[in-house]
């Protein structure tokens, strides 16, 4: 996954922070709309449910 579905616009990957855990994403260059892989949301749901 490479652009965004949105407006095709460049996608990035970026760490941001969500609820205190760092997870990385893709964020669009131009509508800054972000992506979750599957994989990072699925460690996110892992490291939430054990605080
Ligand atoms: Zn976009």
Redo the contacts with the bound molecule.
């Keep these: 996954m490479k652009t965004?579905y949105?407006?095709e616009?460049k996608l990035k990957e970026v760490k941001v922070t969500k609820e205190g855990i760092r997870v990385s994403c893709f964020k669009?260059t131009?509508?800054r709309?972000e992506y979750f892989t599957s994989r990072e949301l699925i460690k996110f749901d892992v490291l939430t449910e054990r605080r």
């Design positions: 965004c949105k407006c616009g669009c131009n509508c709309k």
